[in-house]
């Protein structure tokens, strides 16, 4: 690695901050950290790793997240600076939105406005998944993966929790992906 060990932690703290200022919502900000990340500090296997792992373990995904990216960029200092940069962003935030709040919890406004947030971050949820399914000129959607996707929104649809849909994903790619 040419680049030293400080700049890596600087780098992995700069990103987690800018990510969680300009994208505060979990689902939102794996495509934002998709775009700072793959390439530059690892590879989209690793991140496609990354996400899977970050949502079948129990806790919190954005944080543990952040930690297996900073420790494949940087070791154990890496994940203390990716949390750094991931927790105080949105601390910070929640404190001012929740001062705001109190001052106009009781307006029809905000009622409006939180459901007109709804579309938009549905729509980001689906920008992240074609961003994964995205098919290059060196990828190819074969019908397997297909399968596999087909099977976890069905699951998903019947209310499966969403780690035992990943983890039933995996094993299925174990299978039939010989």
Do not use: C
Request: glycine content about 8%; cysteine-free; overall charge positive.
């Amino acid at each position: 690695m040419n680049q030293s060990k400080f700049s890596v932690w600087l780098r992995l703290l700069w990103m987690f901050l800018k990510v969680n200022l300009l994208s505060p919502s979990g689902p939102a900000s794996v495509g934002l950290l998709y775009k700072e990340a793959v390439g530059k500090i690892m590879s989209e296997e690793r991140f496609v790793e990354a996400v899977g792992f970050s949502n079948v373990l129990p806790g919190s995904e954005a944080l543990k997240l952040a930690m297996f990216v900073g420790f494949a960029a940087g070791g154990v200092p890496g994940v203390f600076t990716a949390l750094l940069g991931a927790v105080l962003p949105p601390t910070v935030m929640m404190f001012a939105v929740a001062a705001i709040l109190q001052q106009f919890q009781q307006e029809d406004w905000l009622q409006g406005f939180v459901r007109g947030m709804s579309p938009a971050i549905a729509a980001l949820i689906i920008m992240v998944a074609w961003e994964l399914f995205h098919v290059g000129q060196t990828k190819k959607i074969d019908r397997r993966t297909l399968l596999i996707a087909a099977l976890s929104a069905v699951a998903l649809w019947f209310e499966v929790p969403s780690p035992l849909v990943l983890l039933g994903a995996g094993i299925l790619g174990l299978l039939v992906f010989r």
